[in-house]
């Protein structure tokens, strides 16, 4: 029996845990839409099956699949893979799909933020969204979790907690007129501490895609444990990152998170930006209301977008010299988990997002 | 994680429980498609919530719903109902869903048969049926069940068992040209065997609605618990099924069953047939290959198609004298179980079945 509540987290004593703790499974959604994926999604469907490959090394994954799509994800996928039905516009788990918070006796339930698009009418990415905002309901359902609604637009990728206390975003996104441009930035602030059970917000500039995300902060930083933050990173001024980059460090560096820890700071390397190719733009199909896919446009390609799995950090891969340094750092700041790489992360780059986006851990009960 | 597994139920130690032993919870889909539900499946919707209600005093159910009808559903059925998104032809899960088999440790597994409507394209009541065969896969996934695909067309509603070896059925529906004209009987009875793990067949000759199911059991026996049937029962010889119930109750009474026990027969009353009305036929649309519901057609209005819930029958009535007598002989061969009616049965059996044929038990694990 799944209840909605009219209390808060916070009112409750559940938290949003941080990624780095235990996960129950990894949920994520299954690639579809023809005017986002090239080639009738079918590079970024095999992309998707390799990160649910990867992580299911180390913790049960359920994919998500339309009704069209099943019998082709069911397929596509290994048997241990679960596959569900769930309708969906897209296939950005990460944003769309329930934040999950728990309490000290190990008991989980589900925030459902509301979700329109990354900007709505203002600057959404696609029309209508209204599948993708019934995902978190329909994942309590299934789960059997109670689940509190909450009054305000957010996506997943928008936040990153320590699961101590401390919480990191961006001014860029959540303040951003397409979100919730009724709300002041302490009243977004209370709505963070009610529902997420944070105490101390560390507001971020800007990210790294104001077209896609409105800078995501899970584009440009997240914690490694508690106390340590990894930082996307260029020492190149001419690289279009330099001075958001820069200025995050020093927004960082300046602050203590809510147990008054100063952060220590790891700088993961942020390749020069790829671009989409002709031949790539052309396998998309141009649908009024969706954002194009057009040559030249920025891949949000940057390896911060990584996901950390119960005992391993699948990591984006592009096939050049960057994926080795990444992957070295990353093996340095988490040295007891296995760093896996995903080969074909361009796929999912290609449409709009990468592997931190397209995943949503559930915690342990 | 859930396996596809080559070997039989039989060769596994896993056998098809009866009804009346315990439940984890049972499965609904919601009615919706309005060439078979009259005024767009609204009075259906409701019957179904009231039957999904009725039996959730007894044990979990969970209803599955399509997409497009997600929110109606996840609003016209309480909290305590769980909705979970699946796709589906029509809604009949006793026919379409999944046969569960458990074994000694109390390990349940689905067994996955084909489905074609009742028919296919020889004599089936619409097209296509693509997503109510898919519908055991799915709710395997779900669930995390290992399944066995049994390479046969069979409906749940086709057979009824005593968990102890001894299953019904009837020659009109199992040998029908519109099922599995390239088996014989003989090569029917392995395959149950093999996949539900019984070792005596017990053949009635027909049921009562050869133009809908081609004549399932579930309109017209089924087992109260190990040695101990209900038939369907008229003394009427007026009434058009005073022949078929007399043939079956003779076949009864000579047979024994897989213990070797002489069978305990109780008569149900049987009402008079009930028909649809004009206003009743002009609610439903008028679609190609969709069997119609035309004035005067004979309405699936049995009382034998009741379901056994834990601790509760859960009985169709129609409003008039017939109801009373009824749950009077129920109360009396189930006098641990208390009887609940569901008032507005008819809506139910204007689509083509009742109580039975709209639900699917899930043994407890």
């Known amino acids: 029996m799944t209840s909605t509540?009219?209390?808060?987290?916070?009112?409750?004593?559940?938290?949003?845990?941080?990624?780095?703790?235990?996960?129950?499974?990894?949920?994520?959604?299954?690639?579809?839409?023809?005017?986002?994926?090239?080639?009738?999604?079918?590079?970024?469907?095999?992309?998707?099956?390799?990160?649910?490959?990867?992580?299911?090394?180390?913790?049960?994954?359920?994919?998500?699949?339309?009704?069209?799509?099943?019998?082709?994800?069911?397929?596509?996928?290994?048997?241990?893979?679960?596959?569900?039905?769930?309708?969906?516009?897209?296939?950005?788990?990460?944003?769309?799909?329930?934040?999950?918070?728990?309490?000290?006796?190990?008991?989980?339930?589900?925030?459902?933020?509301?979700?329109?698009?990354?900007?709505?009418?203002?600057?959404?990415?696609?029309?209508?969204?209204?599948?993708?905002?019934?995902?978190?309901?329909?994942?309590?359902?299934?789960?059997?979790l109670d689940r509190y609604d909450a009054p305000m637009i957010l996506e997943g990728g928008a936040v990153n907690v320590d699961g101590e206390g401390t919480l990191l975003t961006t001014e860029e996104c959540l303040l951003s007129p397409g979100r919730n441009p009724h709300l002041s930035k302490a009243e977004i602030e209370v709505h963070l501490s009610d529902y997420l059970n944070v105490q101390k917000i560390i507001w971020l500039a800007r990210g790294m895609d104001p077209d896609e995300t409105n800078g995501h902060v899970d584009g440009i930083c997240c914690f490694a444990r508690p106390g340590v933050v990894l930082l996307n990173w260029t020492d190149d001024p001419k690289n279009p990152h330099y001075e958001i980059v820069h200025d995050a460090f020093e927004r960082l560096n300046n602050e203590r998170d809510a147990k008054g820890r100063k952060l220590e700071i790891h700088k993961l390397l942020s390749a020069p930006p790829r671009m989409i190719t002709k031949g790539e733009s052309e396998g998309v199909d141009i649908v009024k209301g969706t954002k194009p896919r057009q040559e030249g446009d920025k891949l949000g390609s940057s390896y911060i977008n990584f996901f950390i799995a119960n005992g391993g950090i699948i990591v984006p891969a592009y096939g050049d010299e960057h994926d080795r340094l990444v992957v070295e750092t990353l093996a340095r700041v988490f040295p007891d988990r296995e760093i896996v790489s995903v080969p074909d992360a361009r796929e999912i780059s290609l449409g709009g997002g990468n592997i931190h986006c397209i995943t949503q851990q559930q915690p342990s009960r």
Chains 1, 2 share one sequence.
């Open 5 to 144: 509540l009219s209390s808060t987290p916070k009112e409750d004593g559940f938290r949003m845990p941080a990624e780095f703790e235990p996960h129950e499974q990894t949920w994520m959604l299954w690639p579809e839409r023809p005017d986002n994926w090239r080639l009738g999604a079918k590079p970024a469907q095999k992309a998707f099956a390799d990160t649910a490959k990867a992580i299911a090394q180390f913790e049960p994954v359920t994919m998500g699949v339309s009704t069209r799509q099943f019998q082709n994800a069911r397929n596509q996928l290994p048997e241990y893979i679960r596959v569900v039905e769930i309708s969906y516009n897209d296939s950005w788990m990460r944003d769309c799909g329930p934040i999950f918070v728990k309490n000290d006796k190990d008991e989980v339930r589900v925030v459902n933020w509301q979700f329109n698009a990354w900007g709505g009418l203002y600057d959404g990415l696609y029309f209508p969204w209204d599948l993708d905002d019934q995902v978190p309901v329909k994942i309590a359902e299934m789960e059997l």
